[in-house]
């Protein structure tokens, strides 16, 4: 059952933008997006609480990656911009179902897509 459907990845020179988009067929008020580097554990890169709109985001993403959702297409998305080549890796949206504010623990979603690749060169 294909909860999540992300798109957007793609390569990029260091300095430019993307956006990625996970469109979502779970419900729930809290959405994060993480990524994982080769040989790297999963991070949190930012978080969202849908309710209120409070936002939540890793100190290395701070000032150049934007959290959005959009209720009417049900859609969450990462403005990447300034992106740098510390930024490759594979990007995965997800829900944590019980939440009551963002987080960017990992441990706290319960639901994942399958991930889009972003790489960016220097």
């Known amino acids: 059952q294909v909860q999540f459907l992300e798109s957007g990845g793609g390569s990029v020179q260091a300095g430019g933008s993307l956006r990625l988009s996970c469109v979502r067929s779970v419900y729930s008020y809290c959405m994060g997006w993480f990524r994982q580097a080769p040989g790297k554990t999963r991070e949190g890169v930012a978080a969202?609480?849908?309710?209120?709109?409070?936002?939540l985001y890793a100190d290395s993403v701070k000032g150049r990656f934007t959290i959005s959702h959009d209720n009417t297409k049900d859609t969450t998305y990462l403005f990447m911009n300034n992106v740098r080549p510390e930024d490759t890796g594979m990007y995965y949206c997800?829900?944590?179902?019980?939440?009551?504010?963002?987080?960017?623990?990992?441990?706290?979603?319960?639901?994942w897509g399958q991930g889009t690749q972003v790489t960016v060169s220097s």
């Open positions: 997800a829900a944590d179902l019980g939440c009551r504010a963002p987080a960017l623990d990992a441990a706290w979603y319960n639901a």
């Open positions: 969202i609480y849908i309710r209120d709109g409070t936002t």
